[in-house]
C-alpha cells in the first residue's frame, strides 16, 4: 500500500520560475515530514522538513506548505536554478519505538532549463 | 569528518550467490536502516536496528539479512533467495528519539548488479 503519493513524477521548469511538487499522505501517525533531494548516483540529502502543527516552513529559495485537514504537502522552489536539478523526494516518519520508519514518494525529477 | 561510508560504490553479483554490503558510521547514531531504490519506486525500508544486536525487519526484508554487532557497523547480505537484487542500496542512520534534529543521513549508495 503506497502510503505517501508524490506528483509530478518529472517536471520541467525554465530558470528562474517555480517549481512545485505535490505530496499526500494517508496515515494519521506521521509525525514529520521531510524532503530529501538527491543527485545521479548519489544518496538523499535533507533539504527541508516541516511538523505537522505547522502551515509553512521556508528556508531560503525553499518553502513547503503543509494542509494537515486535507493531509497534503508541498515543496516550492523559488526562483529555480540549473543547479537544482535533482530528483526530490517527499517523506514522512512514524516512529517505532524510538526508531524513525520513513515512507517515501515515489521521487520527482526536476529539470530547470537555462 | 562525520558521515556514512558505504562500500563497494559497485558491486556484480552471479545468480546463486549471496553477497554483503558494508555500511559504517562515525556519526555516533543509535539507529541505522537499509533502504532500497528502484526507479520509480522511491525508498523502501528493508531492515533497521535502533540498539546493537537488536533488528527488525522492515517493509521488504525477504531475502536480505542483516547484523549489528557493533553500533558503528550495520552489514547487509542479499542472498540467493533475493529475486531481483539488482537495485540501488541506500545506508543511513541517526539518533533516536522524536526532535527535529534526529534526521536520517544517508551513504552514498551501492549500486548492486546481479549478472
Known amino acids: 500500500q503506497q502510503q505517501v503519493k508524490q506528483s509530478p513524477q518529472s517536471l520541467i521548469v525554465q530558470k528562474g520560475g517555480i517549481s512545485i511538487i505535490n505530496c499526500a499522505y494517508e496515515?494519521?501517525?506521521?509525525?514529520?515530514f521531510p524532503w530529501y533531494q538527491q543527485f545521479p548516483g548519489k544518496g538523499p540529502a535533507l533539504l527541508i522538513a516541516i511538523r505537522p502543527d505547522v502551515s509553512e516552513k521556508k528556508e531560503g529559495r525553499f518553502t513547503i506548505s503543509f494542509n494537515k485537514s486535507a493531509k497534503q504537502f508541498s515543496l516550492h522552489i523559488m526562483d529555480s536554478q540549473p543547479g537544482d536539478s535533482a530528483t526530490y523526494f517527499c517523506a514522512a516518519r512514524r516512529l517505532i519505538q524510538g526508531a524513525q520508519k520513513l515512507v517515501f514518494g515515489q521521487g520527482t525529477r526536476l529539470t530547470i532549463n537555462p | 569528518d562525520g558521515g556514512i561510508t558505504q562500500s563497494p560504490k559497485y558491486l556484480f553479483r552471479k545468480e546463486g550467490q549471496n553477497v554483503t554490503l558494508s555500511c559504517e558510521q562515525n556519526l555516533n547514531h543509535d539507529a541505522m536502516y537499509w533502504y532500497r531504490q528502484d526507479p520509480g519506486q522511491g525508498l523502501r525500508l528493508i531492515y533497521y536496528?535502533?540498539?546493537?544486536?537488536?533488528?527488525q525487519k522492515g517493509d521488504i526484508a525477504e531475502g536480505y539479512s542483516v547484523s549489528r554487532e557493533k553500533k558503528e557497523s550495520f552489514p547487509l547480505t542479499v542472498t540467493s533467495a533475493q529475486k531481483n537484487p539488482t537495485a540501488f542500496y541506500l545506508c543511513a542512520s541517526s539518533k533516536q528519539g522524536a526532535s527535529e534534529n534526529t534526521e536520517a543521513f544517508f551513504g552514498q549508495g551501492t549500486r548492486l548488479t546481479v549478472v
Open positions: 536496528s535502533q540498539i546493537v544486536n537488536d533488528f
Open positions: 496515515n494519521t501517525a506521521f509525525d514529520y
